[in-house]
């Protein structure tokens, strides 16, 4: 009895030590970016586009990145989500549960999901050579498209299976549909899609590599689907490539901005759950 007791002492001060880690090294980061990149970040930083010395440490600001990051993080959400959803409803509502197809469907995204972005971005760039497009909006879009949808796919799954199934049977008792019935689990799944959708938007966001390949880089504000855009992680990177310390600043400034969103949209997700959890049926 007194072993089991010292078992349990020891598995909690590891589980506190484990939190506390955690908490530090997020402590540190944004530490570490804040006290960098705070003085640099000006409202003319955020509203103007970079001017001709940008780069040299003069005038400008990142609008140009900001708003390619929202067009690119926007348009593949919205496709992400129109692929995505009925896809998790095909598996668990018109399928039969542990049939071959939902498990190597299931299989299939688990390795998509755990794909580095990185190599989304060559399969695109190889692609978009095959049919002739250049580096654009429309191919950073598509690319993210990509990267995102096996992580809306797994997260809406995971909430679609504990829907309970008696609530289904109660549903075709009444004469519904199958289609019917893709209501009726909409409502118990909408948790889970609020927040698949803005975890996707965070991975997004943050992401350099594919966009790297497709999207391309430019400082001005893209006007149409075939013009390149730029997004706020290639501009941090760029700008910490530089010798110049203001331009390296700058970087952390933006930095610490791509921070900020992505806290927000973290606590947006847990208020957005909160709100759709009342009407789910546990």
Do not use: H
Not at 113 to 136: C, E, N, Q, R, W
Not at 145 to 150: A, F, G, K, S, Y
Not at 195 to 201: E, G, V
Request: with cysteine.
């Amino acid at each position: 009895m007194k072993l089991k007791f010292i078992e349990e002492k020891i598995a909690n001060v590891l589980m506190v030590m484990a939190t506390l880690l955690v908490f530090l090294f997020f402590a540190s980061i944004v530490w570490t970016i804040a006290e960098t990149g705070f003085p640099s970040l000006t409202w003319e930083m955020i509203t103007s586009l970079p001017g001709g010395g940008f780069y040299l440490g003069k005038e400008g600001g990142i609008l140009n990145a900001i708003v390619g990051s929202l067009m690119i993080v926007g348009g593949s959400t919205v496709l992400g989500l129109i692929i995505s959803i009925p896809i998790v409803f095909y598996i668990n509502v018109y399928l039969r549960k542990g049939s071959r197809l939902v498990y190597y469907t299931r299989l299939s995204f688990d390795v998509l999901f755990g794909i580095p972005s990185i190599v989304y971005g060559a399969f695109a760039f190889t692609f978009m050579i095959f049919l002739g497009l250049k580096t654009s909006l429309l191919g950073g879009i598509l690319v993210i498209t990509m990267l995102i949808v096996p992580i809306f796919v797994r997260s809406m799954d995971e909430v679609a299976q504990s829907v309970p199934g008696g609530l289904l049977e109660a549903t075709y008792s009444l004469g519904a549909t199958r289609l019917e019935a893709c209501r009726v689990v909409m409502r118990q799944i909408a948790p889970g899609v609020a927040t698949a959708t803005l975890l996707s938007i965070g991975r997004a966001i943050g992401d350099a590599a594919a966009v790297l390949f497709t999207a391309g880089f430019t400082d001005n504000i893209p006007t149409s689907l075939d013009q390149p855009a730029a997004t706020l992680p290639l501009s941090v990177f760029f700008q910490l490539s530089s010798p110049i310390p203001e331009v390296r600043e700058r970087a952390y400034a933006a930095a610490l901005l791509l921070t900020i969103i992505v806290l927000l949209l973290s606590i947006c997700g847990r208020i957005i759950t909160s709100y759709f959890s009342k009407n789910k049926i546990k």
